[in-house]
Structures are given as C-alpha cells and as structure tokens.
C-alpha cells in the first residue's frame, strides 16, 4: 500500500473508533428524538456512521436512514456497510448548508456533535428548516461548555445552549425541550 492510502485508512480507522465510542448516546438520542419505525431519520454530520447504523435498526421495517457528511471516506464506509449489513441506510457527501437533494422528506432530522463543525450554523439551521415538512422534529445534541471537559469536544469549541437557541430562532424554530444529557451534552428538540 502507497504511505498517501495507508494515511487515508488509518485517519478512517481512528474516527471510526473514536465514533464507536459513542455508540451507547444512539439508542438516548433516538428516545428522545422519537425515532421509530417507519420514520426517515436525516442523521447530519454522520461521521463513520456509528449513531446511524444504530438508528438504521430502530426505522424498520419500512423507514430509512439518510446520511449526510462533507467527508468523502466515512460517506464511502458507511455505505458499504449498510450494504454489507442490510441496513435501510444511504449516505450522500454534502454539507448542512448545502444540502444535496434528498430521496424523500425527513420525519426527524438527527444533528448530533455537528453543529459546533459547521462553518455556517445559521445557513445550516435555514436550510434544515426549508425542507422539513411541519410534522417533523429536529434534535439537537452539542457539548455543554458548563460541562467539565474531560470528555468530547474541548471546552472552547463548546457553543452554549443560549446560542443555540437563538440560532434555532433565528431560523424560524420553535423550541419544544432542552435538557442535560449525558457525557457532558445538552439537547434540544425543535419543531419548524
Ligand atoms: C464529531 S462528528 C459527529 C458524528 C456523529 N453525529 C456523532 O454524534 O457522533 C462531526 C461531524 O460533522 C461533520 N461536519 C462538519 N461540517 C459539517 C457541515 N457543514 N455539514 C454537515 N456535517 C458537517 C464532520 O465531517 C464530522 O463527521
């Protein structure tokens, strides 16, 4: 293997380890966002996948799972293992802020440790709220910056809860719930 492809795999095998260490928030996260069959669940900021395919295994029968991340390879992993796996899940390379199009609306939209990545979370927020149709719920997990920063995020990537709200505002959301959460999050569940 050329030093440029054993990089590229290894930076893979770390996020998808990394990630696989949060795979116990899936099964909170989907509870509190409401994911049940049936549903299309849009999961935001995917990463590897691990929250997704778990979500992928809570939508059936008959719902499906739409990934999005900018980040070419995990889009690349995460579809081979839907495909190896069975799941209901396909991954598309995009960004929040500039969303491809999708294969059908979403019933929930999942954005999960992504908003603080974005370049634009306003553009972001906007766009999410065009396409989900009224009935949809939008669930927001981020690290709390009152946490203590022994895990996740570091303190000073943190966005605080206030800002997210008045992002979700800002982009014509209604706050229905905001809690604390585990491993140092907050959540926040919003309707368009
Ligand atoms: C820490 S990971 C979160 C993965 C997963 N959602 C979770 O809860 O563990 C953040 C992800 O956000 C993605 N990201 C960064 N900017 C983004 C954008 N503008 N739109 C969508 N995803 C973005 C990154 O590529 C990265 O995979």
């Not at 492809?5 to 998808?16: E, K, P």
């Not at 190896?84 to 899940?89: D, I, M, Q, S």
């Not at 294969?103 to 999960?112: E, F």
Request: with cysteine; aromatic share 4%.
């Amino acid at each position: 293997m050329n030093p440029a492809m054993q990089a590229d795999d290894t930076r893979l095998t770390r996020l998808i380890t990394r990630q696989a260490q949060k795979r116990h928030l899936a099964a909170l996260w989907a509870a509190a966002a409401g994911i049940a069959p049936g549903m299309i669940v849009l999961d935001i900021g995917a990463g590897s996948g691990a929250l997704s395919f778990e979500y992928a295994a809570l939508v059936a029968p008959g719902g499906r799972i739409i990934a999005i991340d900018p980040d070419a390879e995990c889009i690349a992993h995460i579809n081979e293992q839907a495909t190896n796996r069975a799941l209901p899940l396909h991954a598309i390379t995009g960004t929040a802020e500039a969303l491809p199009p999708l294969p059908a609306p979403p019933d929930r939209v999942m954005l999960t440790d992504a908003l603080h990545h974005m370049n634009d979370p306003t553009t972001a927020l906007r766009r999410l709220h065009a396409i989900m149709p009224p009935h949809a719920i939008l669930f927001i997990a981020e690290y709390d910056p009152a946490g203590a920063g022994a895990m996740g995020a570091k303190l000073s990537r943190r966005t605080a809860p206030a800002t997210v709200a008045a992002l979700l505002a800002a982009a014509g959301f209604t706050i229905q719930a905001q809690a604390a959460a585990p491993d140092e999050h907050y959540t926040i569940t919003a309707i368009p």
